[in-house]
């Protein structure tokens, strides 16, 4: 579903340009749970963005779902964001001072469909926080705070979740728990792209990809089930 | 749909950030709240002026008797100069084809009797043109005529105050009353005034008689203190009291060297002369007003400002998470415009309570009108529009990787 082909992104800062993306391809299939793994500055992040449709590349194609999304207007790319992409942030990236409902349902109010009701309680109940609704993320822990970003990238349903560095702010046993919700999402089809320092957490994956340098040195899969 | 999320979005991003909300508002509140009291005080000004011409009378001259004094601005004090008699009030209406009436008075206070109960007022001998000149008929009863005026008839037509003084509930009208012992007999009430805003002269508190009468049994004096002159409609004010000035000098035996004995007080021109200060006034004051507003306008903006840059990461956020750039624009416009309008109605209420403050506490009539809440209120939102739409336009081109990495 997910399909680059000689993608490049380079940023110019004063005299240096950074090749941040030197020429990927790469195909992510429906349903996969790919790592995403390389050294700080590698290119990891910006390659999500791409993948994310928040940046589009330099040079290079990508298609998604078997359509070309450079052809689309951002508007349109905002809809693609809001329908098909589910977005996990290393720092949770929760609004303060609002309930973790308010947080899940945040992508409805960019939603154009008609019936919303209930779609928030629905996905803060996938990470087990139903009870903690009305709580404000001051008051959840850092596993429950990721867990409840996990339910806003979930609550309108899109096939892809891309995180990136989810578990890098939080202690080993939330981390885990977040991985665990991964696997768990996955298994019901959702597609995983999972950026990592972590080798022990790119092990959960079914696939690893490596860059470095803004290419892709080793793509290997890890679990062949 | 979308639009009342994002509403409802936005309220709640204000609610979050309360202080700062209240600045804001606060700031154009100050601003509308200036506005509603100063185009109050305008416009009070202008009821106030309106009602002094009706009372006066627009088309009036009035003819001051005067020393003749070398002194600049020195006019002296009235009922020690004899220089303006009866007969000039005739010689005005015959002579001078631009007037339509005139009538001679004299006043002073006295003391004034019925039965036991005793008043001072003030007594003015004048003619029964008077009614139609000052535009001041009687409630009661009637005026006298011209000829019980030559015939020196003591008869009386009393100010509504003090009939009310005097008679406490009795009909005045066929009463006997004594002004300095002379009886005279009350024939009318006059028509209510209201308050004079010329302090002292409450025309309420007045007592008509006729002017023969008044002058040989009351005043014992063979002068007049005042002529008021009615022009024709449609003639120049200015012309006429060219023609009255004119006839006068020549009646006094004045020679060119020597300057008027009299002096005559174009109504119209004084009162226009005050209207155009009022006007003037209101339009510094609506400057003024509109300087507040702005400040309020630059305090939405740099509050907005403040706040989108504080708002980074959340607008990087719902970008992300499918907002298109017209969504963030429109939420924050509708937060500037929540703004200006929570700012108007504040100041609404506050300049109207300061209004009615100023009006207790001063003599101003300040006045509230529909025009000037839908003035102020369209200002707020305005300004908060026009302030709004720069920090909106910022908010939409932010770029959602940096803001999501901004902390
Ligand atoms: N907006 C930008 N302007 C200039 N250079 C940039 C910009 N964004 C990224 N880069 C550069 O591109 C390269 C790749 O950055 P990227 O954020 O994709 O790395 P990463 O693999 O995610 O690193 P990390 O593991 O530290 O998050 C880096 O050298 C970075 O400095
Ligand atoms: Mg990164």
Redesign the interface.
């Known amino acids: 579903m997910i399909e680059l082909t000689g993608v490049s992104k380079t940023y110019e800062k004063g005299s240096t340009v950074v090749r941040a993306l030197d020429d990927v391809s790469l195909r992510i299939d429906r349903g996969s749970f790919v790592a995403i793994v390389g050294p700080s500055g590698s290119g990891k992040s910006t390659m999500m963005n791409i993948v994310g449709l928040l940046d589009r590349p330099d040079a290079g194609r990508y298609d998604l779902d078997g359509s070309d999304v450079g052809a689309l207007s951002s508007d349109e790319l905002a809809e693609a964001r809001n329908e098909r992409i589910g977005f996990v942030f290393q720092s949770f990236h929760l609004l303060a001072n609002t309930t973790a409902l308010e947080n899940v349902e945040l992508p409805l109010v960019y939603s154009n469909r008609p019936d919303i009701s209930g779609l928030g309680l629905s996905a803060l109940e996938r990470v087990g926080l139903e009870d903690r609704a009305q709580h404000t993320p001051g008051e959840l822990s850092g596993g429950q705070q990721q867990r409840v970003a996990i339910a806003r990238a979930l609550v309108n349903d899109p096939d892809l979740i891309l995180a990136d560095e989810p578990t890098g702010n939080l202690d080993g046993a939330s981390g885990l728990e977040i991985l665990g919700i991964f696997q768990e999402l996955n298994r019901l089809g959702k597609t995983i792209v999972l950026i990592t320092h972590d080798v022990e957490v790119a092990a959960m994956a079914d696939r690893r990809v490596n860059i470095v340098d803004g290419r892709v040195v080793s793509d290997e899969i890890t679990r062949g089930d | 749909?979308?639009v009342r999320?994002?509403f409802s979005?936005s309220t709640?991003a204000l609610l979050?950030h309360r202080v700062r909300t209240a600045l804001a508002i606060s700031g154009t509140g100050l601003g509308v709240a200036a506005l509603i009291v100063m185009v109050a005080i305008g416009e009070g000004a202008e009821r106030e002026l309106m009602t002094e011409v009706e009372a006066m009378g627009s088309n009036l001259l009035l003819v001051r008797a005067e020393r003749a004094e070398p002194l600049i601005g020195r006019s002296s004090s009235a009922g020690l100069v004899n220089t303006l008699k009866p007969a000039d009030v005739e010689a005005i209406l015959e002579d001078c084809p631009a007037v339509e009436r005139a009538a001679a008075s004299f006043d002073r206070n006295l003391q004034v009797k019925y039965g036991i109960l005793t008043t001072r007022t003030s007594v003015r001998a004048t003619a029964s043109q008077y009614e139609l000149i000052r535009n001041f008929p009687t409630r009661r009863g009637r005026y006298f005529t011209p000829e019980e005026d030559q015939s020196g008839q003591r008869l009386a037509v009393l100010g509504s105050r003090v009939a009310a003084s005097l008679f406490q509930g009795v009909d005045p009208v066929g009463q006997r009353i004594r002004i300095e012992r002379v009886p005279f007999e009350v024939i009318g009430v006059l028509e209510s005034k209201g308050a004079s805003l010329n302090a002292g002269s409450d025309e309420d508190n007045q007592i008509l008689v006729p002017l023969r009468t008044g002058l040989r049994r009351v005043f014992n004096v063979d002068h007049v203190t005042l002529i008021y002159v009615q022009v024709r409609a449609g003639e120049d004010m200015e012309a006429a009291a060219t023609q009255v000035a004119t006839l006068l000098r020549e009646r006094h035996g004045l020679d060119r060297s020597e300057p008027d004995d009299f002096g005559i007080d174009n109504q119209l021109l004084v009162l226009q002369a005050e209207r155009d200060a009022a006007a003037s006034f209101q339009r510094l004051i609506t400057a003024l007003a509109a300087v507040a507003l702005l400040v309020g306008g630059v305090g939405i903006l740099s509050i907005m400002m403040l706040s989108i840059r504080e708002r980074r990461?959340?607008i990087?956020?719902?970008?992300?998470?499918?907002?298109?750039?017209?969504?963030i624009r429109t939420q924050f416009v509708v937060e500037a415009l929540f703004l200006g309008g929570a700012g108007g109605l504040t100041g609404l209420l506050v300049g109207t309570a300061t209004a009615a403050a100023i009006r207790r506490a001063t003599e101003w009539q300040t006045a509230v009108s529909g025009d000037a809440i839908a003035l102020a209120l369209g200002a707020a939102l305005a300004v908060s529009l026009i302030f709004g739409v720069l920090p909106a336009q910022r908010a939409a081109a932010l770029d959602?990787?940096e803001s999501?990495r901004a902390?």
């Open positions: 749909m979308r999320r994002n979005l709640k979050r990461n959340e990087g956020l719902r970008i992300a998470v499918g907002a298109k750039r017209r969504d959602p990787i999501l902390e």
